[in-house]
């Protein structure tokens, strides 16, 4: 049974930094494109960065372009994202996911991943 379990969240002031992490049990990632969304009060889950299975290609939105960097280490089957220079309007649930296929290398499409976390809440203070 596949786990996908997110954690790192937590109140942060407006302009610091907080690194998420995904660890994924009961499957090998090394061959899977994984994805970061988040989800604020009222509004649907949005796509907010994706890795390729081995790291080599990455997408991000625009809204975080420049300030979030998603990586991986496949060995401890374990995903990362780390978020700089945070704004308020970065605040909302954040979720890990699973797609289990290398091709296309990223997608922003939910619908394209298979597993998911139950999440982390991530606030950030202005």
């Known amino acids: 049974q596949v786990q996908v379990v997110e954690s790192g969240g937590g109140l942060v002031q407006a302009g610091g930094s907080l690194r998420l992490s995904c660890v994924v049990s009961?499957?090998?990632?090394?061959?899977?494109?994984m994805g970061w969304f988040r989800q604020a009060p009222g509004k649907e889950r949005e796509f907010a960065a994706a890795?390729?299975?081995?790291?080599?290609?990455?997408d991000y939105a625009d809204s975080v372009k420049g300030r979030f960097t998603i990586s991986r280490d496949n060995a401890k089957n374990t995903v990362y994202l780390q978020m700089n220079s945070l704004k308020p309007d970065d605040t909302a649930v954040y979720y890990c996911?699973?797609?289990?296929?290398?091709?296309?290398?990223?997608?922003?499409?939910?619908?394209?991943?298979?597993?998911w976390g139950q999440g982390t809440q991530v606030t950030v203070s202005s």
């Open positions: 996911a699973v797609r289990t296929s290398v091709f296309p290398p990223t997608t922003r499409n939910k619908l394209n991943y298979s597993y």
């Open positions: 009961g499957r090998t990632l090394s061959r899977d494109t």
């Open positions: 890795i390729s299975w081995n790291g080599d290609s990455t």
